[in-house]
């Protein structure tokens, strides 16, 4: 079965700080990745999504992640975080090939210090 | 276009009361979704649907029931309330090829 670990729980920056969250799977097949974000008191939305190709993936709002196979990773990335990126960011992972669930990690909560 | 709505937002039950939930979809997406989403363990998957009449259950199905009778609708029963459920519940869809899921803003279930 295939897993998603967020190791940082909870991560506080302070503004225009670089930010990187990990984000590890354990599948060995093929995978589609994504990274979903929830802002205080929303729903969740896509930030951005990897299925095939560059394995540096640019999303919204200035956030990237780049997939290692290697390493079974799939970390997020921003070069300069803003107060207004304070959410909870969810890694989340999705074997390919026929119906197969998403699993979800547990999440990083984001605090960024203005 | 909404995208994905639920009704209702917030609902306190007493322990062995019954309710349903309601997610309605107006993109035509195929699949469906129910989550629970409780403080450290993120998301976790309770019943899903890849289309209509049809549902299966997911990681954490015990407690409630599901039904897919028209496609853009996907209703979660509680058929005996446990303090135990006591958790903000996610509805989600997507299309069957690209598995990136649009979310609810959620129903905030409480059961004392």
């Known amino acids: 079965a295939q897993s998603v670990s967020q190791h940082n729980h909870h991560v506080i920056l302070s503004e225009a700080a670089s930010l990187e969250l990990g984000c590890n799977y354990s599948y060995g097949g093929t995978v589609n990745l994504f990274w979903y974000v929830q802002y205080p008191g929303q729903h969740l939305q896509l930030l951005l999504k990897y299925f095939s190709g560059d394995p540096l993936v640019k999303g919204i709002k200035g956030f990237e992640a780049e997939f290692i196979k290697s390493k079974f990773s799939f970390n997020l990335r921003k070069p300069s975080v803003q107060w207004s990126d304070t959410a909870e960011y969810f890694c989340?992972?999705?074997?390919?090939?026929?119906?197969?669930?998403?699993?979800f990690g547990t999440g990083t909560k984001l605090q960024v210090i203005p | 276009n909404a995208g994905v709505t639920q009704t209702p937002k917030f609902r306190v039950l007493k322990t062995g009361q019954s309710m349903t939930l309601l997610c309605a979809q107006d993109m035509n997406h195929e699949y469906m979704y129910w989550y629970r989403q409780d403080p450290g363990m993120g998301l976790r998957l309770i019943h899903y649907s890849v289309g209509e009449g049809t549902t299966a259950k997911g990681e954490v199905p015990d407690g409630y029931n599901v039904s897919r009778l028209k496609k853009q609708n996907f209703l979660l029963g509680l058929e005996s309330a446990a303090p135990s459920q006591t958790s903000v519940y996610f509805c989600?869809?997507?299309?069957?090829?690209?598995?990136?899921?649009?979310f609810g803003p959620g129903t905030r279930l409480t059961v004392t």
């Open positions: 989600a869809s997507s299309y069957p090829d690209r598995y990136e899921q649009y």
């Open positions: 989340a992972v999705r074997s390919s090939g026929g119906y197969q669930k998403v699993t």
